[in-house]
């Protein structure tokens, strides 16, 4: 059976640099979320408005 995170394309974040160990995140209907380390087919899922206000809760910290 095929991994469906395959059907994604998925960033990492410019601070990981060449590291292979960090966060992933992909952009469908929502926001997909996984570790680059760990199983590649699980991954959290975010809708758009709850992904905005982590990221604004993160830029305030």
Known sequence: MENPTH???WF???YSGN???CVEVAVSTD???RDSKGSLDSFI?????AWKEFVNSV???
Request: net charge positive; charged share 45%; glycine share 4%.
């Open 7 to 9: 059907r994604f394309r």
């Open 45 to 49: 899922e975010f809708d758009p408005g």
């Open 19 to 21: 590291l292979e160990e």
């Open 12 to 14: 990492k974040s410019s």
């Open 59 to 61: 830029k305030r910290a």
């Open 31 to 33: 926001i997909l979320v």
